[in-house]
């Protein structure tokens, strides 16, 4: 596959972040938001102050997205986080681990000294291992946290890693 260009998004690209979150949300398995939201509430989310949010494009489209900001304020402040989402189409090429690569360049450029995944879902095993592949650590497991829509409660991972 080729390496997506990953790149800040623009108000231009709403219509394809949200193409991209919507499938995504009303699955309802790999993210900890209402299934229901609809565009402005998804948007407002992703686009959320503070939030850095990229895309990445392959050949003028939009395959993906993610924003980047600080697990948590003051003395927590210099651990970042993120969330990722790729488009349906583009799922296995390669898309999130560009994402996260680069996400990674991106925190540690913006002076932050690790990166934690606060609920990674644990049926979600292409990117439990795909985090682990990129160095990230389960340093944590909440039993039962994720009431999925085919599996019923299903745990979440914390997940680290040092810059």
């Known amino acids: 596959m080729t390496v997506p260009t990953i790149r800040p998004a623009t ?23 209402p299934r229901d939201w609809n565009r402005d509430q998804a948007l407002d989310y ?12 392959e050949a003028g489209d939009v395959i993906g997205c993610y924003y980047l900001h600080a697990n948590q304020r003051g003395g927590g402040a210099h651990v970042a986080n993120c969330g990722y989402v790729t488009s349906t189409t583009s799922s296995g090429r390669g898309v999130a681990t560009a994402m996260c690569e680069h996400s990674l360049q ?19 095993e292409r990117a439990v291992k795909l985090w682990q592949r990129l160095g990230f650590d389960i340093v944590g497991t909440i039993p039962q946290a994720f009431d999925h829509p085919r599996l019923s409660y299903v745990d979440a991972f914390v997940m680290h890693r040092m810059l």
């Open 11 to 33: 108000p231009a690209d709403t219509d394809a972040i949200w193409s991209i979150l919507e499938p995504v949300l009303r699955a309802g398995e790999t993210y900890a938001l």
């Open 46 to 57: 992703w686009f959320s102050d503070g939030h850095d949010v990229f895309v990445a494009e």
């Open 106 to 124: 991106r925190a540690a450029e913006l002076g932050f000294r690790a990166m934690q995944f606060n609920f990674v879902i644990s049926s979600n």
